[in-house]
T-cell receptor
Framework: KAGVTQTPRYLIKTRGQQVTLSCSPI?????VSWYQQTPGQGLQFLFE???????NKGNFPGRFSGRQFSNSRSEMNVSTLELGDSALYLC??????????????FGPGTRLTVL | QKEVEQNSGPLSVPEGAIASLNCTYS??????FFWYRQYSGKSPELIMF????GDKEDGRFTAQLNKASQYVSLLIRDSQPSDSATYLC???????????FGSGTRLSIRP
């Protein structure tokens, strides 16, 4: 079974631009979560989508948004980029079954650099 | 107080010894607990999960959970240089809640 895929893998943008990142979950997984990882802040939760609805949200400004499509693929968008948005953006998918464990599996990430 | 706390390390362990990684959490209602391994420049990889008090063993790895003390640990037996990585502890309250990650412990296995 194919793992979580993220595109693009690397991205360079300038301040003020916007960016869209894409994530395809493992087949059959309905939940997609997004994280920002930086050396100073660690792994920070952005949001989670389940069945096309945002189920959980982290403490990030409104410039960060996301959506999920009917095939469970998800995109996240960052508008008006700032230097501090430079980070590794990770997507994780989970099955969401009756067990309640819902362990997450991560994609390879998108490395965003804002100049 | 952070929701999930880990010692940042680095924790240095000789090859062949047991590495012990610890994690405490603040939400007493937490139900599921995970350990991820992250190599430098790579994404986190799930290595263990546990949801009942006690020990759970998988190969060289043993996860230990004590809900009364709000404490979860990961033991790595016969440590290998390839175990050198950052280990992230993660906690989940319920099936619909988000997973909360600790900041990770950097483990270094010295030959």
């Amino acid at each position: 079974k194919a793992g979580v895929t993220q595109t693009p893998r690397y991205l360079i943008k300038t301040r003020g631009q916007q960016v869209t990142l894409s994530c395809s979950p493992i087949s059959g997984h309905r939940s997609v979560s997004w994280y920002q990882q930086t050396p100073g802040q660690g792994l920070q939760f952005l949001f989670e989508y389940f069945s096309e609805t945002q189920r959980n949200k982290g403490n990030f400004p409104g410039r960060f948004s996301g959506r999920q499509f009917s095939n469970s693929r998800s995109e996240m968008n960052v508008s008006t980029l700032e230097l501090g948005d430079s980070a590794l953006y990770l997507c994780a998918s989970s099955l969401v079954d009756g067990r309640g464990l819902n362990e997450q599996f991560f994609g390879p990430g998108t490395r965003l650099t804002v100049l | 107080q952070k929701e999930v706390e880990q010692n940042s390390g680095p924790l240095s362990v000789p090859e062949g010894a047991i590495a012990s990684l610890n994690c405490t959490y603040s939400d007493r209602g937490s139900q599921s607990f995970f350990w991820y391994r992250q190599y430098s420049g790579k994404s986190p990889e799930l290595i263990m999960f546990i949801y009942s008090n006690g020990d759970k063993e998988d190969g060289r790895f043993t996860a230990q959970l004590n809900k009364a003390s709000q404490y979860v640990s990961l033991l790595i037996r016969d440590s290998q240089p390839s175990d050198s990585a950052t280990y992230l502890c993660a906690v989940k309250r319920s099936s619909a809640s988000k997973i909360i990650f600790g900041s990770g412990t950097r483990l270094s296995i010295r030959p």
